[in-house]
């Protein structure tokens, strides 16, 4: 049915979000402060209750320590609607100037949970295993064992309390200092760059949008400059991530961590021969990835493939798609799947749950947020009537149908590691993408839709395992000292020839300086913040592939799955609902293939549209 997709209609503008409901009058509401007035009294009340508990775990104790951890689930659980509520305001008028205030309040209670969560922990690693086990027996705190267990591990993992709270303490102005002193550095960086004889003053961001130019001088014009910008900053940009770097090292010799990967594989709750699996897989897609740039260098017209032509389009795609339109669209496509996943997205648009208007004072981007204890979610977006707005619609109803499945769970049973919060995001993607790719019949449509699928394994693949085997090296080479800027230089090169195998242009293809201008060399809150992605992207395409094969049966199996995210290991979650060993390479092997299926089809109408 072609007519879905390929028809320029006039759209009516994309609806805004219910917020009324939640807590009546924004950020102002008299609701939302009384809600928040009681959750700090009852923190200070927990407070005083962990100091009255009894540090050890007697019989006698179990009672009152099983009130006091479930006492404190619930406070996380009202923090976390409190939080959500006032980012929904603030993004949805970014100078909601009390709305930030009150941010910045829900953060600091947010911050004195965690330090009862730390207290927490601690306290559950001086337990010996035998109460330890009997306490994890109560069926009142059954289905929360595994978080309770993972804090007790972690916790043992690390130094003395006293120490750790030492360590957080100065963290504040030492190591997440460095990682806001570079987001000053990349925020006062504005360069002038000339466009249709206009001259604009732009942001680092806003440059590097412009390697989405179609206009290769475009793109190759604004790589320059923002490499002479990055080269103007780099020395600063070296000394911050070394710091950082030796502050992070530091810490994990005290903690006695071997590896910088523990840190990263915790956060995911993987395992590293897990990791080095999926990787080993990527590495043979690479002869299909040189075969899709090859095809795309021909539409572009270049020889040379460069840093900046990674996101270049090809094909045109200029259908139309309202709000309505795209969310009528991807109930159909979830239905032929799961009744129950588009029952409940038809839910979400009914009762407007996402904000979708276009209109100026917005904050950029999307997300999908949950509203854990009313049982419901809400999604931020601005909706640009075209084929990418729907398919992030469809993947932050993805995000959403995740929360829905762990309603009924308890708060901290619902908390999933990043490697496996994008499943079922990803899943609804590729459901909706490769459904508007079998409706799709002019050749420049069909071109568009396939560079858009083959782009996200090329990126994820190449580009973020340059990001990855970059960390690696740097952390090895930091365990000796300070690198050179030049050096980082040197390393990023070596990893990028490495990753990318030759695609990009050995003299003018590189983007040595990628260590300074991508963020999230320079995160904080969580190191090696590349493979995840990857991860994520190739768990989802596992469960789709799966899915495609076994139809409707397979959606029960999707949602069970989906509702144990957050209570085991990812391996665990693989072995259990999907039968597979992750630290093998079989799931692996046909996640790859499968996510370079379209290869084939793609060279093909390169060569019969030229
Ligand atoms: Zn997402």
Redesign the pocket.
């Given at each position: 049915m072609e007519t879905n997709i390929a028809t320029a209609t006039t759209v009516k503008p994309a609806p805004r979000w219910d917020l009324e409901s939640v807590f009546p009058g924004g950020s102002g509401s008299t609701e939302y402060k009384i809600f928040r007035d009681k959750v700090r009294v009852d923190l200070d009340k927990a407070k005083k209750a962990f100091a009255k508990l009894p540090t050890k775990l007697a019989p006698a104790a179990e009672a009152q320590w099983i009130r006091f951890i479930l006492e404190f689930q619930r406070l996380g659980e009202h923090l976390g609607l409190a939080r959500s509520f006032v980012h929904c305001c603030i993004s949805e008028k970014v100078t909601d100037e009390l709305g930030h205030a009150i941010f910045g309040e829900v953060d600091m209670m947010i911050a004195d949970w965690f330090t009862l969560h730390n207290g927490l922990e601690a306290l559950f690693a001086k337990q010996a295993d035998k109460q330890w086990e009997k306490l994890m027996a109560n069926p009142k705190i059954a289905q929360i064992k595994f978080r309770l267990s993972e804090m007790r591990t972690l916790a043992k993992e690390k130094m003395a309390p006293e120490l750790e709270a030492l360590a957080l303490e100065l963290s504040v102005n030492g190591y997440h200092a460095w990682a806001r002193l570079y987001d000053k550095i990349s925020g006062e960086i504005t360069v002038d760059f000339e466009e249709a004889g206009k001259v604009e003053k732009l942001s680092v961001g806003q440059l590097q949008n412009k390697f989405n130019s179609p206009d290769r001088a475009i793109r190759q014009r604004a790589f320059v400059k923002f490499e002479e910008a990055w080269n103007s900053r780099a020395t600063l940009a070296a000394s911050a991530l070394n710091y950082q770097g030796g502050f992070r090292l530091s810490l994990y010799k005290n903690r006695n961590w071997k590896s910088p990967l523990h840190e990263p594989l915790r956060i995911n709750r993987l395992q590293e021969k897990t990791l080095n699996a999926m990787w080993k897989a990527v590495a043979t897609t690479l002869p299909a990835m040189k075969k899709y740039i090859e095809a795309k260098k021909k539409l572009l017209g270049i020889d040379r493939f460069c840093w900046y032509d990674q996101f270049a389009p090809v094909g045109k795609f200029e259908a139309r798609f309202g709000f309505e339109e795209a969310g009528d669209l991807v109930v159909k496509h979830l239905a032929s799947f799961s009744d129950e996943m588009a029952e409940f997205s038809r839910k979400a648009l009914n009762n407007r749950w996402i904000e979708g208007e276009d209109r100026p004072g917005k904050a950029d981007g999307g997300f999908?947020t949950g509203l854990n204890l009313i049982k419901q979610s809400r999604i931020f977006m601005t909706y640009a009537d075209d084929f990418g707005s729907m398919t992030t619609l469809a993947?932050?109803l993805g995000?959403a149908y995740h929360q829905w499945v762990l309603k009924d769970i308890p708060y901290l049973a619902t908390e999933y590691p990043m490697g496996l919060?994008?499943t079922a995001?990803i899943f609804n993607e590729l459901r909706v993408t490769d459904a508007a790719l079998k409706e799709v019949t002019d050749p420049q449509q069909k071109l568009m839709l396939l560079d858009q699928i083959l782009q996200q394994p090329f990126i994820l693949f190449c580009n973020i395992y340059a990001r990855f085997l970059f960390d690696r090296s740097f952390y090895a080479e930091r365990q000796k000292g300070a690198l050179s800027r030049a050096r980082l230089d040197e390393l990023m090169v070596a990893a990028q020839k490495e990753a990318f195998a030759g695609i990009l242009d050995p003299i003018e293809g590189h983007h040595r300086l990628f260590w300074a201008s991508k963020l999230h060399f320079f995160y904080t809150e969580a190191p090696f913040y590349n493979f995840p992605y990857t991860f994520g992207y190739l768990f989802a395409g596992g469960v789709y592939e799966r899915a495609s094969r076994e139809g409707k049966a397979f959606a029960p199996k999707y949602r069970a799955m989906l509702q144990d995210t957050g209570s085991m290991t990812t391996e665990e979650v693989a072995k259990k609902h999907l039968g597979v060993n992750l630290t093998r390479d079989d799931f692996w092997t046909a996640a790859v293939s499968n996510s370079v299926r379209y290869v084939d089809e793609f060279c093909a109408l390169a060569n019969s549209t030229m």
């Open positions: 999908c993947h932050e995000h919060a994008e995001s």
